[in-house]
Nanobody, 115 residues
Framework: QVQLVESGGGLVQAGGSLRLSCAAS????????MGWYRQAPGKQRELVAS???????NYAGSVKGRFTISRDDAKNTVYLQMNSLKPEDTAVYYC?????????WGQGSQVTVSS
């Protein structure tokens, strides 16, 4: 199993920035994919960004150019740098890890963007 602990959510004004962190209990270089989903009230959970162990990244169209995902395998941590935040980015953000056929989730971090 992999335990994921998130930090960094909060309240920010539109146009501002936040950085989410997700620390894994397993060595992250062993984890195939790490990334972030989000779920806004009344909406389905959607993929925000992902980062493979090989270095490939993928972004939702709505965040491309504003958000950046990165991994620090020395710290077993994945980050999501969120810039130019919009009210529609308001959601609970969940870190995830795909590892040995299983998917593991962080506890969720509330991100609220005020207009």
């Amino acid at each position: 199993q992999v335990q994921l602990v998130e930090s960094g959510g909060g309240l920010v004004q539109a146009g501002g920035s936040l950085r989410l962190s997700c620390a894994a209990s397993e060595r992250s270089f062993n984890i195939n994919v790490m990334g972030w989903y989000r779920q806004a009230p009344g909406k389905q959970r959607e993929l925000v960004a992902s980062h493979t162990s090989g270095g490939s990244t993928n972004y939702a169209g709505s965040v491309k150019g504003r958000f950046t995902i990165s991994r620090d395998d020395a710290k077993n941590t994945v980050y999501l740098q969120m810039n130019s935040l919009k009210p529609e980015d308001t959601a609970v953000y969940y870190c995830y890890a795909a590892y040995l056929g299983g998917t593991y989730w962080g506890q969720g971090s509330q991100v609220t963007v005020s207009s």
